[in-house]
């Protein structure tokens, strides 16, 4: 599935054996954690999420696989509820541009991972998303009053977290092995094109209708309509790059 894309590209950097004991730190509703207990039978999973809801999903899911699962209801930008030196593999996914203080978020990663454990730390850029099918001007208005108003999904978001990952991570203790890209790609207007198209409407809705976009509804509605064409006429272009980090925990002190 292509939602399922950017999840599958962050398991093949988690390395994952039988014996790891993988921390999703925002784990959602579970497609990281799934996408790697269907690669590694016997996987010990922690989920830590804020949203009881997705939390709920991710369990259900989970539950249908052999994966040894605990689950966290809570804020990863507060202290874990994990024990030190505890997992060997940490991944967060599309978290950190919601976060006041990312590297403190890093630092805890630090404390909970055992010497020298792998953690895989991936965001898309979202003022960088690319559509293609409407009027160029009017599209840069829209997906920039996006990017600008995106904290209006409910809390803080800083919508080019995904160029700045690799400072974030610079920032840490964690030793930085590798960057990398994922890229979706959609030619038809549907599935999460479909979905991301929808949100950004809906969001820069929601700021159009506070007076806190250069764009009105109007402008929405005729963009819409220009996709729907262009979708129908095979002219329609989606891309979203999510950015990969890898990274190591301190070595065992000698």
């Given at each position: 599935m292509e939602r399922l894309r950017i999840h599958q590209a962050?398991?093949?950097?988690?390395?994952?054996?039988?014996h790891d004991v993988l921390l999703d730190l925002g784990c959602g509703n579970g497609f990281t954690l799934a996408t790697a207990a269907s690669r590694v039978a016997?996987?010990?999973?922690?989920?830590v999420d804020a949203d009881a809801g997705a939390l709920a999903a991710a369990r259900s899911w989970l539950g249908e696989t052999d994966a040894r699962c605990q689950w966290f209801l809570g804020d990863v930008g507060a202290p874990l509820p994990i024990p030190d030196d505890s997992v060997t593999r940490v991944v967060c996914h599309d978290v950190l541009e919601y976060l006041d203080d990312?590297?403190?978020l890093?630092?805890?990663?630090?404390?909970?991972?055992?010497?020298?454990?792998?953690?895989v730390w991936s965001h898309v850029d979202y003022e960088a998303l690319v559509v293609g099918g409407a009027?160029?001007?009017?599209?840069?208005?829209?997906?920039n009053a996006y990017a600008d108003a995106s904290y209006l999904r409910g809390r803080r978001s800083d919508a080019q977290m995904g160029r700045k990952l690799v400072a974030v991570v610079g920032r840490s203790r964690l030793r930085r092995l590798g960057v990398d890209a994922s890229v979706l790609i959609a030619t038809d207007l549907e599935g999460p094109s479909r979905r991301r198209v929808d949100d950004i409407a809906a969001t820069v809705r929601r700021a159009?209708?506070?007076?806190?976009?250069d764009v009105t509804s109007e402008?929405?509605?005729e963009w819409l309509r220009q996709l729907a064409?262009?979708?129908?006429?095979?002219?329609?272009?989606?891309?979203?790059?999510?950015?990969?980090?890898?990274?190591?925990?301190?070595?065992?002190?000698?």
């Amino acid at each position: 599935m292509e939602r399922l894309r950017i999840h599958q590209a962050i398991v093949d950097h988690l390395a994952l054996g039988p014996h790891d004991v993988l921390l999703d730190l925002g784990c959602g509703n579970g497609f990281t954690l799934a996408t790697a207990a269907s690669r590694v039978a016997g996987l010990s999973l922690i989920g830590v999420d804020a949203d009881a809801g997705a939390l709920a999903a991710a369990r259900s899911w989970l539950g249908e696989t052999d994966a040894r699962c605990q689950w966290f209801l809570g804020d990863v930008g507060a202290p874990l509820p994990i024990p030190d030196d505890s997992v060997t593999r940490v991944v967060c996914h599309d978290v950190l541009e919601y976060l006041d203080d990312p590297v403190a978020l890093l630092a805890e990663a630090v404390r909970v991972m055992q010497p020298d454990a792998l953690s895989v730390w991936s965001h898309v850029d979202y003022e960088a998303l690319v559509v293609g099918g409407a009027d160029r001007l009017l599209t840069r208005r829209v997906v920039n009053a996006y990017a600008d108003a995106s904290y209006l999904r409910g809390r803080r978001s800083d919508a080019q977290m995904g160029r700045k990952l690799v400072a974030v991570v610079g920032r840490s203790r964690l030793r930085r092995l590798g960057v990398d890209a994922s890229v979706l790609i959609a030619t038809d207007l549907e599935g999460p094109s479909r979905r991301r198209v929808d949100d950004i409407a809906a969001t820069v809705r929601r700021a159009a209708d506070r007076g806190a976009a250069d764009v009105t509804s109007e402008d929405l509605d005729e963009w819409l309509r220009q996709l729907a064409v262009a979708g129908q006429r095979g002219e329609f272009f989606y891309s979203q790059t999510a950015y990969i980090v890898t990274a190591r925990s301190p070595s065992p002190v000698a």
